[in-house]
């Protein structure tokens, strides 16, 4: 049964949470009316966020400013055709309404002094495909969120230059569930079908009816250590017309030390067969562990004040998301630290592998990613197990995805060995089939 479940986890994609996806753009009402730019800008105490140098800029004596915003995000997800052709996969996200907010405070102690305080949510959200979808093992729901608390201090060395530092103090929750096995009857008759094997056909049939519901789900939940980081800018009046900005936000790791993970099971009876069988490990106690990277910032930015009652303003933002590479989550013993199951790691960057078939003339390829699995589409009848191909040099990729799968390939009993032409990395042929018939 333990191979069972290695074999099972082996077909996991692994959790793909888009860096791209969870930045929160909307941490100024006002600003948002000019595309959230503002790093060129005078924005009193909402400079705190945009370009803290900003806020030694400003006129009167205090200033607040204080903002909610409702986003109700929605994704679909279409799969390609499989390698017979068959129709492609739709599904829906199901997404509650998030609600990034901020508030800013900044007081002009003198002059050329000013002090603030910034509390925004600069990173979250949330997405939810539902417990069945046919990527539940990839993910049914996730929930990110980060919090910001940042002390902030600007100083005008003369009229037309000022410097502004912040500290920023973030914190944050993590939130996610996954089914541990793929849900359909690919999974379903292949639980059976060992369980009639290891001599308990009589707990087939609960796998085989079971449809396609998510027959067990992992929520692995957990509250992010506090991280520290800084936000520092530039504001400098070339002419009383225009003014140049820049502003620097750090890289934040937020790590997630002591989390928790629960199962659901698709029925009691199933959880009953799952775990006396084996197959599904015992994560009540367990302890989740993992990190969430806050990529850096680099923003410039330039305004230009035609008239006293016009301003247009002009930012670029670069966002270095290379410090979102993978998510990966252990999941460990908290007495003995050994880990008690190893969920895949989410890739970034990866490059693609293409399998050439030809059956009955017709060469179709499908494509899967280096470091995870086959498209599901191709797996709807069970039949292909996971090429894997670790992070390393190519020619070690290729060699080991060739020495690991060889003999893999020529045992598979539903797409024969012979119809299987050839391998290619990227858009380089790696290995042809000297056994290929068409």
């Known amino acids: 049964m333990k191979q069972l479940l290695l074999t099972i986890s082996a077909l996991l994609f692994a959790t793909a949470v888009c860096a791209e996806g969870y930045q929160v753009n909307t941490l100024s009402a006002k600003q948002l009316g000019m595309g959230h730019v503002g790093t060129g800008m ?3 105490s909402e400079s705190i966020y945009f370009n803290p140098a900003g806020t030694a800029f400003q006129t009167s ?3 607040f400013s204080v903002g909610i915003t409702g986003i109700k995000s929605n994704a ?18 199901d ?8 508030a800013y405070f900044n007081y002009k ?6 002090v603030g305080l910034g509390f925004y949510t600069p990173y979250g959200s949330s997405m939810n495909w539902g417990d069945n979808w046919v990527g539940a093992h990839l993910i049914q729901s996730i929930d990110l969120q980060a919090y910001t608390l940042q002390p902030t201090i600007s100083y ?8 502004g530092v912040g500290m920023t103090i973030t914190w944050g929750t993590f939130d996610l569930s996954r089914s541990m096995f793929p849900v359909g009857e690919a999974t379903n008759n292949t639980i059976a079908g060992l369980l009639t094997a290891a001599g308990q056909g009589q707990y087939a049939e609960l796998f085989t009816q079971a449809g396609d519901r998510s027959l067990v789900s992992a929520r692995l939940k957990g509250d992010a250590k506090t991280a520290i980081g800084v936000n520092v800018g530039i504001l400098w009046d070339i002419t009383p017309e225009w003014t140049l900005g820049f502003s620097y936000r750090s890289k934040v790791k937020m790590k997630v030390a002591s989390g928790t993970a629960n199962l659901l099971y698709a029925s009691p009876e199933i959880g009953q067969v799952l775990q006396a069988t084996g197959m599904i490990p015992d994560l009540s106690s367990a302890c989740v562990e993992t990190e969430l990277p806050l990529p850096a910032n680099l923003a410039w930015g330039v305004s230009f004040r035609p008239t006293p009652k016009w301003e247009m303003a002009f930012d670029i933002q670069y966002v270095l998301w290379s410090a979102y590479k993978s998510l990966h989550v252990d999941i460990t013993d908290p007495t003995t630290g050994a880990s008690v199951y190893d969920l895949p790691t989410s890739i970034k960057n990866y490059k693609n592998v293409r399998l050439g078939l030809d059956v009955n003339g017709e060469i179709d390829s499908v494509k899967y990613p280096v470091d995870g699995i086959f498209n599901m589409d191709a797996m ?17 990729r290729i060699e080991e995805f060739l020495e690991e799968n060889d003999a893999l390939l020529k045992n598979r009993d539903k797409i024969p060995f012979k119809y299987i032409s050839d ?5 380089k042929t790696v290995w042809k089939n000297p056994d290929f018939k068409n």
């Open 95 to 102: 997404n509650k309404i998030s609600t990034p907010l901020y």
């Open 42 to 44: 005078k924005l009193n």
């Open 109 to 114: 102690a003198t002059k050329n002094l000013a």
């Open 76 to 93: 679909t997800y279409l799969s390609n055709n499989d390698y017979r052709g068959n129709p492609q996969i739709q599904a829906h996200s």
């Open 156 to 163: 005008k060395f003369w009229d037309k230059l000022s410097v």
């Open 423 to 427: 391998i290619h990395y990227g858009k």
């Open 380 to 396: 709807y009848d069970g039949y292909l197990d996971t090429w894997n191909i670790a992070t390393r040099s190519e020619e070690e």
């Open 61 to 63: 004596r205090f200033s």
